[in-house]
C-alpha cells in the first residue's frame, strides 16, 4: 500500500493529513503558521517538520504542499529544495493554498475559490486548464478583506475616532477591553513595539463581528468595503476565465468562520449570477491529498 501526504500551510496554521492510496486518511497533524512570506523559509522548514515529526505512518510516495505566499515559480522552486530534504517523498508538488481550497471544493474540477484567512486572494481554473488569480500580494501590498485587513483597519478606524477624524465607535471599547490596553498609547505600543506577527493582528477579527452585530455603523461599513474587496477579486478571476456557464465558488478561510457577516456581505455584492457559491466544509489540506493522488504512477 502506497501512501500520499497533503498539506494546508497557512498565515496562521498547517494542517497535514496523511493517506493510503484509496485517499483514506491515516493520520493527521496540525501546527503552526508557514506563510512564506511571513515567516520565511526557516519558519516553513520548522513548521513542515513539526507537523511531520507529529504524523504515524509509513513515508509517503508522493506529497502536495498548499503554502501561502509561494505564488510565484521562483519561489516554489527554492521551498521545494527545502522539503525535499524533508522527506516529503519522491514526487512532491508545492502550489498555492488557494488551488487546494478549489480543488477541496470544487467537485467538478473548475471554479473560483476565494480565501480569505490571514491574507486573501481569489483563485480559478476552467476545464480546459486554464487559472488565474486576483490578490494574493501580502499584508504590506494587499490582502484586501482578511482578516489581517479587518484587524488593522479596525485599529485604524478606532485611532481615527479617538483624534476626531471620524465617527464614534464601538471598536475603541471593545479593542481597550479585549486587549487590555488604554487607546491611543497602549494601542500604539502594542502595534509598533512588539513587532507583532500579522496573526496577531488577525485574531481581532471577532471583535469587528462583534460590534457590528451590536449595530455599530463604522464596523458594518469595514465588513461590507472588505466584502467588496473579496467580490471584485472574484470577478476578475471569472471575467479572465471567461467562466460564463454554471461554475462553483467556493470561500475558503478563517475569516469567513470569525466574522460571518463578511460572508453575507459577500454573497450580496457577487454580481455573478452563475456562480454556484458554497462555504469549504473540510481542511483545505484534503485538496493537497487529491493533487498528491494524481502524482502517484
Same mark, same amino acid.
Given at each position: 500500500?502506497?501512501?500520499?501526504?497533503?498539506?494546508?500551510?497557512?498565515?496562521?496554521?498547517?494542517?497535514?493529513?496523511?493517506?493510503?492510496?484509496?485517499?483514506?486518511?491515516?493520520?493527521?497533524?496540525?501546527?503552526?503558521?508557514?506563510?512564506?512570506?511571513?515567516?520565511?523559509?526557516?519558519?516553513?522548514?520548522?513548521?513542515?517538520?513539526?507537523?511531520?515529526?507529529?504524523?504515524?505512518? /509509513?513515508?509517503?510516495?508522493?506529497?502536495?504542499?498548499?503554502?501561502?505566499?509561494?505564488?510565484? /515559480?521562483?519561489? &516554489?522552486?527554492?521551498?521545494?529544495?527545502?522539503? &525535499?530534504?524533508?522527506?516529503?517523498? /519522491?514526487?512532491?508538488?508545492?502550489?498555492?493554498?488557494?488551488?487546494?481550497?478549489?480543488?477541496?471544493?470544487?467537485?467538478?474540477?473548475?471554479?473560483?475559490?476565494?480565501?480569505?484567512?490571514?491574507?486573501?486572494?481569489?483563485?480559478?481554473?476552467?476545464?480546459?486548464?486554464?487559472?488565474? &488569480?486576483?490578490?494574493?500580494?501580502?499584508?504590506?501590498?494587499?490582502?484586501?478583506?482578511?482578516?489581517?485587513?479587518?484587524?488593522?483597519?479596525?485599529?485604524?478606524?478606532?485611532?481615527?475616532?479617538?483624534?476626531?477624524?471620524?465617527?464614534?465607535?464601538?471598536?475603541?471599547?471593545?479593542?481597550?477591553?479585549?486587549?487590555?490596553?488604554?487607546?491611543?498609547?497602549?494601542?500604539?505600543?502594542?502595534?509598533?513595539?512588539?513587532?507583532?506577527?500579522?496573526?496577531?493582528?488577525?485574531?481581532?477579527?471577532?471583535?469587528?463581528?462583534?460590534?457590528?452585530?451590536?449595530?455599530?455603523?463604522?464596523?458594518?461599513?469595514?465588513?461590507?468595503?472588505?466584502?467588496?474587496?473579496?467580490?471584485?477579486?472574484?470577478?476578475?478571476?471569472?471575467?479572465?476565465?471567461?467562466?460564463?456557464?454554471?461554475?462553483?465558488?467556493?470561500?475558503?478561510?478563517?475569516?469567513?468562520?470569525?466574522?460571518?457577516?463578511?460572508?453575507?456581505?459577500?454573497?450580496?455584492?457577487?454580481?455573478? /449570477?452563475?456562480?454556484?457559491?458554497?462555504?469549504?466544509?473540510?481542511?483545505?489540506?484534503?485538496?493537497?491529498?487529491?493533487?498528491?493522488?494524481?502524482?502517484?504512477?
Amino acid at each position: 500500500m502506497r501512501y500520499v501526504l497533503g498539506i494546508d500551510a497557512g498565515g496562521t496554521k498547517t494542517v497535514a493529513l496523511l493517506a493510503d492510496e484509496d485517499g483514506v486518511i491515516t493520520s493527521t497533524a496540525a501546527g503552526g503558521g508557514a506563510n512564506l512570506q511571513l515567516h520565511g523559509l526557516n519558519g516553513v522548514e520548522h513548521a513542515i517538520k513539526s507537523v511531520l515529526d507529529q504524523l504515524d505512518g /509509513p513515508e509517503p510516495s508522493a506529497s502536495c504542499v498548499g503554502l501561502a505566499g509561494s505564488g510565484r /515559480p521562483t519561489e &516554489r522552486r527554492i521551498v521545494t529544495g527545502v522539503l &525535499r530534504d524533508l522527506g516529503l517523498g /519522491p514526487s512532491l508538488s508545492v502550489v498555492h493554498d488557494a488551488e487546494i481550497a478549489l480543488v477541496a471544493g470544487a467537485s467538478r474540477g473548475a471554479g473560483v475559490a476565494v480565501v480569505a484567512g490571514t491574507g486573501s486572494m481569489a483563485y480559478g481554473k476552467d476545464f480546459d486548464g486554464r487559472s488565474a &488569480r486576483s490578490g494574493g500580494w501580502g499584508h504590506l501590498l494587499g490582502d484586501e478583506g482578511s482578516a489581517f485587513w479587518l484587524g488593522r483597519e479596525a485599529i485604524r478606524l478606532c485611532l481615527e475616532s479617538d483624534d476626531g477624524r471620524g465617527p464614534q465607535t464601538a471598536l475603541t471599547e471593545l479593542l481597550s477591553h479585549g486587549l487590555q490596553l488604554d487607546i491611543p498609547d497602549g494601542l500604539i505600543s502594542w502595534v509598533y513595539n512588539d513587532k507583532l506577527a500579522p496573526s496577531k493582528i488577525a485574531a481581532l477579527l471577532p471583535l469587528v463581528q462583534k460590534a457590528a452585530e451590536a449595530g455599530d455603523s463604522v464596523a458594518e461599513c469595514l465588513i461590507d468595503e472588505a466584502a467588496d474587496h473579496l467580490a471584485r477579486a472574484a470577478h476578475a478571476v471569472a471575467a479572465r476565465l471567461e467562466l460564463g456557464s454554471r461554475f462553483q465558488l467556493v470561500l475558503a478561510g478563517g475569516a469567513f468562520l470569525g466574522c460571518p457577516l463578511l460572508e453575507d456581505a459577500f454573497r450580496k455584492r457577487l454580481l455573478l /449570477p452563475e456562480a454556484e457559491v458554497s462555504r469549504l466544509q473540510m481542511e483545505p489540506a484534503f485538496g493537497a491529498v487529491k493533487l498528491a493522488l494524481e502524482l502517484l504512477p
